[in-house]
């Protein structure tokens, strides 16, 4: 695509539900990482991956949080039972090579836990 | 421990003045740094990004690497009430390796 996608940008859920986040970035980036905004604060990175897998899964805040990707494309961020301070702006980012050139984001998901 | 470090501000300065913007970094064998503008309520973007040692310009914007410091700076030339955003430095420490973000420095342009 033109650009990373994120789906859906805004999720409102019930304490304790689970949740899927889905980042489609830029065809042909290999590097693709997610982090985490809350309000006002800084970038949370959580997990990277080169191709399909994760060389840096220190982030994850709790055994709550998992990410896969899959055919180098497509990756999903899946929190479980999700908790109030799960609250905030998830944020996708792709690019052609890990670290040396641009990061791309893309608009976000803002999840709301009620 | 790898480390960025910014102010996180706010920093004001008036309107057609010069901002400056700071970020240090922990990491000697850092390789790739990048400046980032974030508006509030939207995803970080591109403004610079810079590998050499010395100065980068682009427009209004020069980006000033200092290896043997291990700081990097942004300068905003005539600043305008539009720079008014949060800048978010970014660190490679080696090519394979994934960003290492600041905090960011929030900086108010006053009209």
């Known amino acids: 695509g033109a650009g990373v996608s994120q789906s859906p940008s805004n999720k409102v859920t019930e304490k304790g539900k689970d949740v899927e986040l889905r980042c489609d970035p830029i065809s042909g980036h290999t590097a693709l990482y997610w982090y985490r905004q809350s309000l006002g604060q800084g970038l949370e990175f959580l997990i990277y991956?080169?191709?399909?897998?994760?060389?840096?899964k220190s982030g994850l805040p709790s055994d709550r949080f998992s990410a896969e990707r899959t055919g180098g494309s497509v990756s999903t961020l899946t929190i479980q039972r999700t908790q109030q301070e799960d609250s905030a702006v998830y944020l996708c980012?792709?690019?052609?090579?890990?670290?040396?050139?641009?990061?791309?984001f893309g608009q976000g998901t803002r999840l709301t836990v009620v | 421990q790898k480390e960025v470090e910014q102010n996180s501000g706010p920093l004001s300065v008036p309107e057609g003045a010069i901002a400056s913007l700071n970020c240090t970094y922990s990491?000697?064998?850092?390789?790739?740094f990048f400046w980032y503008r974030q508006y509030s309520g939207k995803s970080p973007e591109l403004i610079m990004f810079i590998y050499s040692n010395g100065d980068k310009e682009d427009g209004r914007f020069t980006a000033q690497l200092n290896k043997a410091s291990q700081y990097v700076s942004l300068l905003i030339r005539d600043s305008q009430p539009s720079d008014s955003a949060t800048y978010l430095c970014?660190?490679?420490?080696?090519?394979?390796?994934?960003?290492?973000w600041g905090a960011g420095t929030k900086l108010i342009i006053k009209p």
């Open positions: 991956f080169q191709g399909n897998s994760a060389p840096d």
């Open positions: 980012a792709s690019s052609p090579q890990p670290g040396e050139t641009e990061a791309f």
């Open positions: 970014a660190v490679t420490p080696d090519s394979n390796y994934q960003l290492i």
């Open positions: 990491d000697r064998g850092s390789q790739s």
